[in-house]
């Protein structure tokens, strides 16, 4: 079992940068492929980016590419997501999942999630 803790929301401008992350717990988390989602008020979640287990293959939703950059550290357990050119639109709570079956752009592929942190881009 993986626990996972969201970090790195907050408060930004428009075209400003903020980075996410996602600490895991246990010694398996180099097992599993990773991926961010996020929803946004009144919203379905909605799939952003994932990343593989080995950190060799990435998958970015078109909204994100070229302004989100996914990356993991397996020997901190950590999962991170750099957001860059942050538009109105990405405001949302984040989440972090993990997953033991595949990388995936679908939620319903993912086991374990984290409590979600919030991200508010405002004009």
């Known amino acids: 079992q993986v626990q996972l803790v969201d970090s790195g929301g907050g408060l930004v401008q428009a075209g400003g940068s903020l980075r996410l992350s996602c600490a895991a717990s246990?010694?398996?988390?180099?097992?599993?492929?990773m991926a961010w989602f996020r929803q946004a008020p009144g919203k379905e979640r909605e799939f952003v980016a994932a990343?593989?287990?080995?950190?060799?293959?990435?998958y970015d939703a078109d909204s994100v590419k070229g302004r989100f950059t996914v990356s993991r550290d397996n020997a901190k357990y950590t999962v991170y997501m750099q957001m860059n050119s942050l538009k109105l639109e990405d405001t949302a709570v984040y989440y972090c999942a993990a997953s033991s079956r595949g990388i995936s752009n679908k939620a319903n592929r993912y086991d374990y999630w984290g409590q979600g942190t919030k991200v508010t881009v405002s004009s």
């Open positions: 990343i593989s287990w080995s950190g060799g293959s990435t």
């Open positions: 246990g010694r398996t988390f180099s097992r599993y492929d």
